[in-house]
């Protein structure tokens, strides 16, 4: 179920809708289009622009995208046959002003602000990108590690409070969610 109170900030496109886990939130000032599934305590904050247009787009669980993000695919076409959805897994805090396109998301995953991930690119579970790091199309991003610069390179392991953070976070962002929810809720009444 989505909590949402703007019925043009949700759309169909080409007969896919999307579709809603368990208490998402969806804030009325983002956008969410086409074949997009969003799981379980997820939210999506003010001006995120989720387009599934032309592939599919998947977010798990607990996971937040945050104001300003843009979130899109890559489309099937001679240079690339098969194109790219956006996968994206469970407990993934995507950053502010964040640009996923047509890559895959591990879980456990803290995208940094203004930070881009391009066509093909692969990041495995238990990863940081810091802030403002572009990770290349095709490139994959090994569990465990700190990823920075542009185009990014592997920075160091990561500590074990940044192991933990990843729930904290996710954790936060569902506790966030659910106050903006009761507001919307209250609102409506």
């Known amino acids: ?16 809708t999307p579709q809603f886990g368990k208490d998402v939130y969806v804030d009325p000032a983002a956008i969410v289009i086409g074949d997009v599934q969003i799981g379980d305590d997820s939210s999506v904050w003010p001006y995120a ?5 032309m592939h ?26 098969a194109g790219h959805p956006l996968i994206i897994g469970d407990d993934v805090t995507v950053g502010h002003s964040v640009n996923l396109h047509g890559c895959t998301i591990g879980n456990r995953v803290l995208v940094g602000i203004g930070s881009t991930v391009l066509d093909g690119a692969i990041v495995e579970d238990d990863v940081v990108i810091g ?6 199309p095709g490139k994959r991003l090994e569990s465990g590690f700190l990823y920075v610069g542009s185009p990014c390179k592997q920075a160091r392991p990561l500590k074990d409070s ?26 409506a009444e």
């Open 131 to 136: 802030a403002g790091t572009l990770v290349p």
């Open 49 to 53: 622009i989720i387009r599934g247009d």
């Open 1 to 16: 179920m989505k909590h949402n109170q703007n019925p043009l900030s949700i759309r169909s496109y080409q007969g896919h």
């Open 162 to 187: 940044e192991r933990a953070f990843f729930k904290y976070s996710a954790g936060n962002y569902v506790k966030l969610k659910n106050i903006h929810i009761a507001e919307l809720e209250a609102l």
């Open 56 to 81: 599919r787009i998947r977010v798990g669980a607990r996971t937040s995208i945050q104001d300003g993000s843009v979130l899109h695919i890559t489309h099937a076409s001679d240079f690339n046959p």
